[in-house]
């Protein structure tokens, strides 16, 4: 099949569902229901998050040393593709197959317990230690999990982590380093981020309202997503990839957009398309003041003003080094024969338009796709520092 990669396999833990169906109905349905008022991790306010409800099996026997709850999100989102990746190991080898996945919180969620604790009595809690925060833990817990002994390393380049860890593992297959990889990455709350971003003044006050006149802030969310990249077809294709590093500001975009167009325009260059080929574009739209005006410009710039197109951060919130890969998940639903009828993720705002950046086609509830065999779509993931990812995931392109 040449160069590129099908998708067979894709498992979901959001705010929205925790697993494919549910995620799917919830997702052309739109609504709030996965943003949830929290008076506990935020200091001295309330604030909306996207939180996932669900318990987690425990770590298994023989991985105890990455007990933390981002590890159990992932892997909970692994076993739901556990029977495609551990035919990948059976068919290419446990050293044929990679993980590469991208997060930004790894276990802080355990370390800010601990200190809790260790400041309130003196005492470390036995059950902790420093390794749970290391990010790398993610890869190398499900590597352990399955066998695997390919290449695993995680990506930690903020909100794009989880968008890039596709290019990542497509560089590896390229390069003979491995024949399949899994893929994905997961992010959970915890007080860090959510004070972070408060410290940035970039939390909403109440719910997110991306590219709104009225936009005020984002709110966090948790989430994990998980993939199996295999060099042959299958329902969902990897079709085109395309990073850039503007540099412009530590925290802050450049106002143009011109790193973000960057990173549209070498995706579509790579799969050899045209922008008109593309029928939904999932924003990176966090509802902040500068990031969708900077966004509007640059799909203005690329696209123009008919893609239809949304952000799903209004359903999840914010779910950080797990965007770039549950927002992919998304596409790979809408994608999916079994899961997509042509329906899109709807935007959901006021409806109050700003003057300032471009109109763009935000996508109302219902909206579908005219019926084809052959579909592209589009999702961009932009973080701190410059570092932009652009996947598109398709379906009937030939290889």
Not at 10 to 26: E, F, R, V, Y
Not at 164 to 169: D, L, R, T
Not at 210 to 237: K, T, Y
């Amino acid at each position: 099949m040449g160069d590129q990669l099908g998708i067979p396999a894709m498992g979901i833990i959001a705010p929205i569902g925790s697993n494919k169906d549910a995620t799917a109905q919830a997702l052309w349905a739109g609504g709030r229901a996965g943003l949830s008022l929290r008076a506990d991790i935020a200091v001295g306010r309330k604030v909306y998050v996207g939180a996932v409800a669900d318990e987690f099996p425990s770590i298994p026997a023989g991985l105890e040393g990455f007990a933390s709850r981002n590890n159990r999100m992932m892997l909970a989102a692994l076993a739901q593709i556990a029977d495609a990746v551990r035919a990948a190991v059976a068919r290419y080898g446990c050293a044929r197959v990679a993980v590469i996945l991208g997060t930004s919180t790894g276990g802080l969620a355990e370390g800010e317990h601990a200190y809790g604790q260790r400041k309130t009595t003196g005492v470390w809690p036995n059950s902790y230690a420093y390794t749970l925060q290391e990010v790398g833990g993610l890869a190398e817990c499900a590597a352990q999990a399955f066998g695997i002994t390919g290449p695993a390393y995680t990506v930690a380049t903020a909100c794009s982590s989880s968008a890039k860890v596709f290019a990542s593992a497509r560089r590896l297959i390229r390069a003979g380093f491995c024949d399949a990889a899994v893929v994905g990455g997961c992010d959970t709350l915890c007080g860090t981020t959510v004070n972070g971003f408060g410290a940035l003044e970039s939390l909403s006050a109440g719910i997110c309202n991306p590219f709104s006149a009225n936009r005020d802030g984002l709110n966090i969310g948790e989430a994990a997503a998980a993939f199996l990249l295999v060099p042959e077809d299958a329902p969902v294709q990897l079709l085109g990839i395309g990073e850039s590093s503007d540099a412009y500001h530590i925290s802050a975009p450049d106002p143009q957009g011109i790193g973000a167009a960057a990173a549209m325009t070498r995706a579509l260059e790579d799969a050899g398309i045209e922008p008109s080929d593309i029928g939904y574009i999932n924003l990176h739209g966090t509802a902040t003041r500068l990031n969708d005006a900077m966004e509007a410009r640059a799909v203005d710039s690329v696209f123009g003003l008919e893609t239809p197109c949304s952000s799903t951060k209004a359903m999840t919130g914010h779910t950080l080094g797990a965007a770039g890969a549950c927002e992919a998940a998304f596409l790979w639903l809408a994608l999916h024969p079994q899961y997509g009828d042509g329906r899109v993720p709807p935007h959901l705002w006021d409806g109050v338009r700003d003057d300032d950046i471009p109109s763009l086609a935000l996508a109302p509830k219902g909206l579908r796709l005219p019926p084809t065999e052959r579909a592209a779509m589009l999702s961009n993931s932009f973080a701190f520092g410059g570092s932009n990812c652009s996947l598109i995931l398709a379906r009937g392109f030939p290889a």
